[in-house]
């Protein structure tokens, strides 16, 4: 009859135990420390590259996780595309650049898909279209969608980050020679953040200069002179030209270092692009070009 109560004791004790080790145990961070904190790094200036990459790495594997447990978690999934852009493109390199730009792009296009008023999908999307070099036409992109947010937003002042598609957009303006827009922009973006310096700035800088219709210059249109392109009649057998050498040739000759392979890699159109005997001549595979040596081919 005792064992009953005896495990009833024990089982009490442990619930005691666990509840108050729950209420020792602290209570989770706030989910966008990890974002604050990398994009914190990424934008200051003389941070450390491991410790910013650290930061952005810890940043993108939280989220990462997060819209694995939940894919329709659409505020992870933008703070996934906003880790991706903000922290880790600026330790990439060149190609790792533009993957990065074409996945944050992807989640935010999945995010607008699913709820077209997210403004921070819409305005990281706009600055993703705006930092990727020209030439890969993004510029309009840019444009229409910063120009989104800007009508989205409306007058609002209240938050600091609504001055950023102010200052963004007029750059944008200003790049494609729409220099009227983007003085209005950013005197309009002015007398509402007057506190943002970046908007003075500009706003000053558009009211020093001549007018704005004056800015614009007519691009210079260049002809160029017609290419004309003559196909051989290259046969198999025709007689080709050939090059040999000498043993003194070897021994003389600049830059062959008496080494008759680095002797013939000297001549024009041929090279060697191994540690071994093969010789690449115009760009042919070493298979098409025989070495014979005292009548034996080199293999």
């Known amino acids: ?40 790094l990424a934008e200051a200036p003389g941070t450390d590259e491991k410790v910013g990459k650290a930061a952005a790495e810890r940043s993108e594997q939280f989220y990462r996780e997060q819209v694995k447990l939940n894919p329709n978690n659409l505020e992870a999934r933008t703070s996934l595309g906003e880790t991706l852009s903000r922290c880790r493109i600026p330790y990439a390199g060149m190609m790792q650049k533009l993957s990065l730009v074409e996945e944050s ?30 030439f890969l036409g993004k510029t309009d992109d840019a444009i229409e969608q910063l120009e989104h947010v800007i009508a989205q937003q409306g007058a609002r002042s209240d938050k600091p980050f609504y001055a950023l598609p102010y200052i963004h957009l007029g750059d944008l ?87 008759m392979l680095s002797a013939l890699q000297t001549l024009p159109g041929a090279t060697r692009a191994s540690d071994g005997s093969d010789l690449y001549v115009r760009g042919g595979e070493a298979a098409e070009t025989a070495i014979i040596l005292d009548g034996g081919r080199v293999p």
Not at 105 to 134: C, H, I
Not at 197 to 218: H, I, K
């Open 1 to 40: 009859m005792k064992t009953p109560c005896i495990f009833l004791l024990i089982v009490a004790a442990s619930l005691r135990f666990a509840g108050r080790a729950a209420a020792q145990t602290p209570a989770p961070a706030d989910p966008a420390a990890a974002l604050h904190e990398c994009v914190r």
């Open 105 to 134: 792009s992807k989640l935010f296009q999945g995010v607008l898909a699913a709820d077209s008023t997210s403004w921070e999908a819409r305005f990281m999307l706009g600055m993703n279209y705006k930092n990727v070099p020209a």
């Open 173 to 259: 303006y200003e790049r494609t020679g729409r220099n009227a827009q983007a003085a209005a922009l950013w005197r309009r973006g002015a007398a509402l953040f007057p506190n943002e310096p970046r908007l003075r700035e500009r706003a000053a800088r558009v009211l020093s200069v001549a007018p704005a219709s004056a800015q614009y210059v007519v691009p210079q249109v260049y002809a160029l002179s017609p290419l004309t392109v003559e196909a051989s009649n290259y046969q198999l057998n025709a007689a080709r030209s050939g090059a040999s050498l000498k043993r003194l040739d070897v021994i003389t000759l600049p830059g062959g270092t008496g080494d």
